[in-house]
């Protein structure tokens, strides 16, 4: 399943302390190795834009997965950004990706879209800029 092969490339990758286009770029690059294409910044209508859009290529994809970051921690507009995502029709599931095990408190599910928590590992030493 495609959502479960995302949070576990997440989770299996230790970043550097980097910032958010940073983290961004290397999930990118991960998820590109392992044979998923990523779309940055995805136009989900007006200004609202989803971090990552995944897919497998075609003519597999079937689905799609969005994905959020959410460090510093869980907020009112994580989860106003969380259902707009959901919201359209391209996202089939969602991965909220933080820097620790709070990020867990997300819903199981908005508007009908599964939402799974990923936890980022950071290199020891490493930091992440609010």
Not at 18 to 26: G, N, Y
Not at 58 to 82: K, Q, Y
Not at 103 to 117: D, N, T
Request: glycine residues 10%; neutral net charge.
């Amino acid at each position: 399943m495609l959502v479960q092969r995302v949070v576990e490339l997440v989770e299996a990758t230790s970043f550097p302390g980097l910032d958010r286009a940073q983290i961004l770029a290397a999930l990118v690059a991960v998820l590109g190795a392992a044979g998923l294409v990523s779309v940055r910044d995805f136009p989900l209508g007006g200004r609202h834009r989803l971090a990552l859009l995944v897919a497998e290529p075609l003519p597999w994809g079937r689905s799609a997965v969005g994905v959020e970051l959410a460090w510093p921690g869980p907020t009112d507009a994580l989860l106003g950004r969380l259902s707009r995502d959901a919201e359209h029709p391209a996202v089939d599931a969602l991965v909220v990706v933080g820097t620790s095990t709070g990020h867990r408190w997300v819903p199981r599910q908005i508007a009908g879209v599964p939402v799974h928590p990923a936890t980022i590992h950071l290199a020891p030493d490493a930091s992440l800029p609010g």
